[in-house]
């Protein structure tokens, strides 16, 4: 029997909107804020009588607000992968996503079904971001598969495989794009001496080019494991250092060469050594040399950076982290479906700070010394630095909770004061503006049981301080006769400034990052 499930998880394809409606406004949206916001996310999580596992399974669903003259426009449409178009054939879930393992097609032959279970088929299901690196529109996830999007159907019209250009096997969905234009990500490969690489991806020459073709690996960072690799979402960057968190949740490998056999899904294939450390690794931008320094800190988990910037000597980390990696079980379905009564928890807003001159210092010392911070860098006897966050607020015991932060991205890799975030999948759930400055939090609060999404800040165009502008944030409703929602807040002051809501019977799936593209 097909799971039932609630009404913000049951997207189908009849769902999608050929064509943008239009939206009812409450409020005033700023003149100046004109272009488009892309959102992407799991949407399908049932397919006939199957049903994925875990929020991070659903076939993606690509959402497109186009916001002009005050007025938006609203559209949603199912990422047309070829995943989904095995999918749809078969009416059943046909191709394994992260936590859900499938079954082979049972259109297949005899001996093509049987030889699935030896072979791994990848999906495409690109349901995690959606970026822009040049005139392209790029759907991504966990894998080394991009998905090129339209910009103006949101309809797939191409693919890139970066596994064939350098060699990867995963890569996350989080991308640095410099001022330059380059755009930086943290891949994957199965190999533990060459288990994280950084891959630098140049601007586009002219339109049309692919820049993708002309990628390569700037630096590679073994396993400190024979048989594990981390699992990372995301990685941070500075002005002069790549960040790689070398989490204690794994990937085994021997699990994975099996999985098949198994019938296991990757996240299936993974464990976690909460009494380990975590490894936090610099490498310089500049040659892709790795600092030598160990840095550790107790085993935490970490889905997304926030920034990265130097100061005085040090590198600052901040970061939303959880404190124990088996965080991605509780995001099964049958733990979220019913908001109120899950057990889910957001992560923490933390700092780490990185001394970079360690070499002559004395051990037992901590060697931050940076003003207004509670974070520690002790020297260990062995030459390894062993690293304690600050919990930002200045009392550990109230720490601030966030997940899918944001910043002003011209401030990336700089000194920054404000971030952006919401504390989702609760009874009370709300967007945050935190002050890392004077360690104190503004709120909008949800109404009845609503889910934010992931807030994006867009500068004002002639703005001269960093939280001059406005925040857009997609509004989920998990009870029924409640209508989906694009929120407009206020930058400076978090205060509402209008809603979009969709008509009646439009139905919005859950969605995890986007991009404003002006």
Request: hydrophobic share 35%; with cysteine.
């Given at each position: ?7 913000w ?6 769902d ?5 409606v239009?939206t ?11 272009g ?5 996310g799991?949407?399908?999580f ?11 399974d659903g076939?993606?669903?690509?959402h497109?607000f ?12 199912l ?10 054939k078969?009416n ?5 996503q ?11 032959s005899?001996?093509?079904?049987f ?13 995690v ?26 309809t797939?019209k ?21 001022f ?6 943290l891949?994957?490969t ?33 396993s ?11 990685f941070?960057?500075?002005?002069n ?18 999985s ?6 990757f ?9 380990e ?12 040399e ?10 935490f988990?970490c889905?997304?950076f ?6 005085n ?13 088996e ?44 003003a ?10 062995d ?5 304690t ?11 601030v ?25 609760i009874?009370k759930?709300?967007l ?28 004002r165009?002639?703005?001269?301080e960093?939280?001059?502008g ?15 929602f ?8 978090f ?7 969709t008509?009646?019977?439009?139905r ?11």
């Open positions: 029997m097909a799971e039932t499930l609630p009404e998880l049951s997207y189908t394809p009849e999608q909107l050929e064509k943008p239009d009812k406004i409450t409020g005033k949206i700023p003149q100046w804020l004109t488009n916001l892309y959102r992407n799991s949407g399908l049932k397919v006939g009588e199957t049903t994925v596992d875990h929020l991070f076939l993606g669903v690509l497109k186009t916001v002009k003259d005050g007025k938006v426009q609203y559209q949603s449409k990422l047309d992968s070829k995943t989904l178009a095995a999918c749809l078969a059943r879930l046909v191709v394994s992260f936590a859900t393992a499938a079954y082979p097609d049972p259109c297949k005899i001996f093509a079904r030889f699935s279970y030896f072979t791994h088929e990848n999906t495409d299901n690109t349901a971001n959606i970026v822009p690196h040049g005139d392209m529109l790029l759907a991504m996830t966990e894998i080394s598969s991009i998905n090129i999007i339209d910009p103006d159907t949101i797939k191409g693919e890139i495989p970066l596994g064939q250009y350098v060699a990867v096997h995963l890569a996350t969905a989080h991308p640095h794009t410099d330059d234009g380059t755009m930086y990500n891949a994957t199965f190999n533990r001496k060459q288990a994280y690489s950084i891959v630098k991806i140049p601007p586009q020459e002219k339109e049309g080019d692919n820049p993708f073709e002309r990628a390569s690996l700037v630096t590679t960072i073994p400190r494991w024979k048989v594990n690799i981390s699992y990372n979402h995301s941070g960057m500075s002005e250092y790549f960040v790689v968190l070398e989490q204690t949740l794994v990937a085994n490998l021997l699990k994975l060469t099996v098949s056999i198994r019938g296991a899904s996240e299936g294939c993974m464990d976690n050594y909460p009494n450390k975590s490894l936090i690794h610099l490498t310089r931008r500049s040659d892709g790795m600092v030598t320094t160990r840095y550790t800190a107790d085993s988990f889905f997304h926030i920034n990265c910037y130097e100061e000597g040090h590198v600052v980390i901040d970061l939303c982290g959880y404190d124990r990696g965080i991605v079980r509780d995001l099964y379905l049958a733990s979220i479906k019913h908001i109120g009564s899950n057990k889910w928890i957001n992560s923490k807003v933390r700092r780490y700070v990185l001394p970079l001159d360690v070499e002559k210092a004395e051990s037992g010392k901590n060697l931050v010394t940076l207004d911070t509670s974070a520690t860098a002790v020297k260990q006897p030459g390894s630095v062993y690293c966050p600050d919990y930002i607020t200045g009392d550990a015991s109230k720490p909770f966030m997940e899918l932060p944001r910043i002003n991205y011209a401030y990336n890799t700089k000194k920054y004061r404000y971030v952006y975030g919401t504390d989702f999948l009874e759930a709300k945050t503006k935190l002050d890392l400055k004077t360690k104190t939090c503004v709120h909008w609060e949800a109404e009845d049981l609503d889910q934010p999404g992931e807030p994006i800040f867009i500068a165009p002639d703005g001269t960093e939280d001059d406005i925040i857009l944030s997609p509004v989920l409703p998990t009870k029924p006769g409640r209508n989906a694009l929120l407009v807040l206020d930058g400076k002051t205060k509402e400034l209008a809603r979009a809501e008509p009646s019977g439009v919005m799936p859950i969605t995890f990052h986007g991009s404003f593209i002006p």
